[in-house]
């Protein structure tokens, strides 16, 4: 595999169920939200109430809480992956300054994501849209042909085909040696964490370090070698 590293933005999100509750939302969105996983409830063992902690994965109930962006860059001969996390209560903040940042300095970068074709791309462009914010030209897809799409997708390429085939970035970095902190959360534990403990610090911590293992598994793919610890900058 080969990677134009100079033009690509790797990108990971964070997502959480829109409200901390199923019963904190109003009576419209829990109509909505109970005929959205009506096929869930039909067994009769479950509720719409029960299955609310998913609402982060669908667009039209979660909300993006971080959005942590790196790339590459080379100067003297001596390379650096720069990382920036923006994250927030506010979606709005987030998704503007994300959006501003992808308008005015990465505008014909190529987005690339663990599954990002099926979750962080889209999921993104739906909650600008949602916002009443302008969608930037790297997530303008409306019309384009697939292969005019500038969107990379580990998890796609690591299919080779096989559309059965779901494998975890973590899983693919372990099989890579690619060395990853152990953490105390993953991603089953981020709503907890925004929601119970109120600590987007240390969820902006754990989509941060996604990120790095992003990179690194391409560079692994495009034989080079993984970063270094002094090779990796956090922007603030």
Not at 23 to 28: F, K, P, R, T
Request: glycine residues 6%; charged residues 25%; hydrophobic residues 40%.
């Amino acid at each position: 595999m080969q990677f134009d590293f100079k033009n690509i933005l790797f990108i990971d999100i964070e997502t959480v169920p829109a409200q901390a509750s199923y019963e904190q939302l109003d009576e419209v969105t829990q109509a909505l939200w109970a005929e959205k996983v009506a096929y869930l409830t039909a067994d009769g063992e479950h509720g719409p109430a029960d299955l609310y902690e998913r609402a982060g994965v669908m667009a039209e109930f979660g909300k993006i809480i971080c959005i942590s962006a790196g790339y590459f860059r080379w100067q003297d001969g001596d390379r650096t992956f720069r990382v920036k996390s923006f994250y927030s209560h506010s979606e709005r903040e987030i998704l503007t300054a994300f959006g501003t940042l992808l308008g005015e300095k990465f505008p014909h970068f190529t987005l690339c994501a663990h599954n990002g074709k099926e979750f962080d791309f889209p999921f993104t462009a739906r909650r600008m849209l949602i916002n009443g914010i302008p969608l930037p030209g790297p997530l303008q897809i409306a019309g384009k042909k697939p292969w005019e799409v500038a969107h990379l997708d580990t998890m796609e390429m690591w299919k080779f085909g096989d559309r059965k085939n779901f494998t975890s970035l973590k899983l693919l970095a372990h099989l890579f040696g690619i060395p990853t902190p152990k953490d105390d959360i993953s991603g089953k534990d981020v709503a907890r964490v925004y929601w119970v403990d109120d600590d987007l610090e240390r969820i902006a911590v754990y989509c941060q370090k996604d990120v790095v293992a992003l990179a690194n598994l391409c560079l692994r793919w495009d034989q080079k070698e993984i970063l270094s610890d002094d090779e990796i900058v956090y922007l603030p």
